[in-house]
């Protein structure tokens, strides 16, 4: 059974920084597309970023994202990073990681079979 734990999260001031993990038991990560979605309070849940199985592709949910966050994994760990800079309080979400093989469609989540719990982060003055 694959699991995956997410951590990082916390509150912080707009402009700081903020680096999640996703650490994954149960299964080698090489063959699994990972991505990290987002879920704002009230609000739909949302593609944010994916990366390869290799990291050797990644792709962001658009130009804003892709300036300011860094998706990257390192396999021999088991664990998948989200580098967040300059944090605007539209980041406010509980972002969760997912996993899946063969996804035809990275941003939809229906198409990963595997989810986190979620960790939150919370921009604010």
């Known amino acids: 059974q694959v699991r995956l734990v997410e951590s990082g999260g916390g509150l912080v001031q707009p402009g700081d920084s903020l680096r999640l993990s996703c650490t994954a038991s149960g299964t080698t990560l090489n063959n699994l597309r990972m991505s990290w979605f987002r879920q704002a309070p009230g609000e739909k849940r949302e593609f944010v970023a994916s990366?390869?199985?290799?990291?050797?592709?990644?792709?962001y949910k658009d130009d804003s994202i892709e300036s300011r966050f860094t998706i990257s994994r390192d396999n021999a760990k088991s664990t998948m990073y989200l580098q967040m800079n300059s944090l605007k309080p539209d980041d406010t979400a509980v972002y969760y990681c997912a996993a899946g093989v063969g996804i035809a469609t990275i941003r939809a989540g229906l198409a990963y079979d595997y989810w986190g719990q979620g960790t939150q982060v919370i921009v604010s003055s």
């Open positions: 990366i390869s199985g290799s990291g050797s592709s990644s792709y």
